[in-house]
């Protein structure tokens, strides 16, 4: 007959130390909430189109994207829509600009109110360099077209 011996085992609690798990979790979160942006706002820039920069981080919303490249080709949510004229209205721009507040008031009338996006907003990317009297032509433009608020896209430097 074979004896079995039995031992009874320590049994006391393990302590595990997870501060450094901790720390780690915790830079991670705050470089997570750092690099996070809450804009819907996707951009493709035009052909020939060198933007200003800026230190703001103001985050945009969706709106209609004017863009006028050196060429001073005028591009309108990235389809080209005709060159800005030496001087006078762009009745082009205009006209596409009130066509594309008509279809944002259409799709807000079907969406709730979480939803909605500014009809007033128009977001305008120009080139560095483009003379001022171009830049307020066009602001001009996107006004007589019901657009209210600007906002100038630029590059950032963060």
Known sequence: MKKRFSRKRNREGVDVDITSLLDILTILLVFLLKSYNASDLKLDLTSKLDMADSEAREITKYAPVV?????????????EIGRLPAS????????ALKKSRAKMAELNAKRSAKHKTNE???NLVFDRDMDYGKVQR????TALAGYSQFKFIVRGNY
Do not use: R, S
């Not at 863009?67 to 389809?79: G, S, Y």
């Open 88 to 95: 006078g209205e762009m009745t082009v721009l205009t006209e």
């Open 67 to 79: 863009q006028i490249n050196k060429e001073f080709k005028v591009f309108l949510d990235n389809k």
């Open 120 to 122: 007033d907003l128009v």
């Open 138 to 141: 066009v602001m001009n433009d």
